[in-house]
């Protein structure tokens, strides 16, 4: 055989969840491994999946995250980072023996909770909205003055926002099991990336605080997405200096 | 009813930087991970240069 060949893992669930009537990343079919009370889903991939463009990543990265909300649409799941890849079905069971606690752990956090994303915007402010009346005219001087204001108003703005961000995070985290807050991307300024994880049943009460965030400070735009399979619920795992060490 | 597609930032967001994270002698990472590893980066890079402010340490 040329092809070397790995495990993909796609998430730890509970043992006797069903298997996903879906294809994985290489198209290939899923199957679930078990041991100690866990259920690792996992499909058969040669490692020439990950040659490609970035079209193939995308498609990888689709495929992975396709399986996992399946499978959150029937049962607890874990999610696994992206390219984790075992050599075969006994070191898929021994990962999960080596490591039951901390998964069990989060398959308990996992069961019956959603994940919510929540991205918090900076609304774009007029100048004069943040606290100097436009004033026209006048001459060279009195212009940069007016400039100088308007920084600093809008720098005492800034900080004002992150302090509501602030808030608004510990609000929502009021609602939720395992809250995160991640690094902010994109071109927007966004002054909160994080994700919660809400009891399903709280769901509408979670959106409608979300909601409330905006009504309560116009000057801040939120985006909600969701509900997502728990991606929060992350764990590292590190055998190199033996099993059970964090 | 069919949902909007999940825009991709968003998905990466949560599979190259969240979720459980295995790292040592279980998963084939001293060879034969690092193929997929290092393939894998060289792809997602183009799409990671869009995320601008995710750091480092994020980006595997």
């Given amino acids: 055989m040329s092809d070397a060949c790995g495990m993909w893992v796609y998430a730890a669930v509970p043992p006797h969840s069903p298997v996903p009537e879906l294809t994985g990343v290489a198209g290939e079919p899923l199957s679930v491994v078990r041991a100690s009370s866990l259920g690792a889903v996992v499909g058969w991939v040669p490692f020439t999946v990950a040659e490609g463009d970035r079209d193939r990543v995308e498609g990888i990265a689709r495929a992975h995250h396709r399986v996992v909300t399946e499978l959150h649409r029937h049962t607890a799941v874990v999610p696994f980072r992206l390219g984790t890849v075992v050599a075969d079905e006994a070191g898929v069971g021994a990962m999960l023996e080596a490591y039951a606690s901390q998964l069990l752990d989060g398959i308990r956090l996992a069961t019956g909770r959603t994940e919510w994303g929540v991205k918090v915007f900076l609304r774009d402010v007029p100048a004069q909205a943040a606290g100097q009346p436009a004033a026209s005219g006048g001459s060279g001087k009195a212009y940069l003055m007016r400039r100088r204001a308007e920084r600093q108003a809008s720098e005492v703005h800034r900080h004002r926002v992150a302090q509501h961000a602030d808030r608004v995070h510990e609000a929502l985290s009021r609602y939720a099991a395992v809250s995160r807050r991640y690094p902010a991307h994109g071109p927007q300024i966004a002054v909160l990336n994080a994700a919660y994880l809400v009891p399903a049943d709280d769901s509408s009460r979670f959106v409608a605080a979300v909601a409330e965030v905006e009504n309560a400070n116009p000057a801040l735009r939120t985006e909600l997405t969701g509900p997502w399979p728990p991606y929060c619920v992350a764990v590292r795992l590190d055998d190199r200096a033996g099993a059970g060490r964090r | ?60």
Avoid at chain 2, 6 to 22: E, F, Q, S
Avoid at chain 2, 37 to 49: D, F
């Fill in chain 2, 1 to 60: 009813m069919s949902a909007p597609p999940v825009p991709l930032v968003d998905i990466l967001d949560r599979v190259l930087a969240r979720g459980v994270v295995v790292e040592g002698d279980i998963v084939l990472s001293i060879a034969d991970i690092d193929l997929v590893r290092i393939s894998l980066r060289a792809l997602v890079s183009s799409v990671h240069a869009q995320l601008s402010g995710m750091p480092e340490e994020e980006r595997w």
